[in-house]
């Protein structure tokens, strides 16, 4: 390798390690410990979701599975004041996503009346993946990690990675709606 190839490298493994939580160990982080920009530009903290339970989505504008934000947007106004947030990533990591965060927005109301919180476009994956996608897929284990649009990750009100699921497996479904109402039992005070 050439010493400017390595010099890069080197780099980026020094920011991508000063992006992470300052912790002994990432069992020691939560979700909590994270920041995104929000499709408007303004910090979002997942910290301002502390004690609720978080459904992280990473999602796309044209993708054949597009179609899951209406069932997003259910779970969201089903389950919003039982303490669930549903949070949209919008990612090009598969090249499937518009080309700015005014136009994901746009589309996302437009078409499926989205007003759950959204992040700006955010790499999910890869040497520039956000440190929470790192994070998680730390949590859960590798196999966990994002293979394409439309993945989530379900996150307890104390921060902590729960479960993650599939592509394929839909928000309204009675796996993810099963896995809610655990996280949500749970933080619920006994009677």
């Known amino acids: 390798m050439h010493r400017r190839t ?39 903290p997942l910290s ?6 978080l459904l992280v989505v990473n999602t796309a504008s044209r ?14 106004e089903g389950y919003r004041d039982k303490g669930l947030v549903v949070i949209g990533v919008p990612s090009d990591a598969y090249n499937q996503e518009l080309s700015n965060d005014a136009a994901v927005k746009d589309f996302c109301e437009t078409n499926y009346s989205v007003d759950f919180p959204m992040t700006e476009i955010t790499e999910i ?12 897929a730390q949590a859960l284990g590798p196999s966990n ?28 479904s009675a796996k993810v709606l099963s896995a809610v109402d655990k996280v949500l039992t749970k933080a619920s005070p006994a009677a």
């Open 145 to 172: 990690a994002p293979r394409w649009n439309f993945h989530k990750y379900l996150i307890d009100g104390e921060g902590r990675a729960v479960a993650a699921f599939g592509t394929g497996v839909e928000p309204m």
């Open 63 to 76: 993708c054949g599975f597009t179609g899951q934000y209406a069932g997003l947007q259910s779970l969201w």
């Open 6 to 44: 390595l010099l890069a490298l080197g780099a980026l493994a020094l920011v991508a390690r000063a992006a992470m939580p300052r912790t002994a160990h990432a069992g020691d982080a939560s979700a909590h410990d994270f920041a995104f920009t929000d499709i408007d530009g303004a910090p979002m």
């Open 125 to 136: 994956n890869g040497p520039r993946a956000h440190p929470f996608y790192a994070w998680a």
């Open 48 to 53: 301002r979701y502390a004690g609720k339970a």
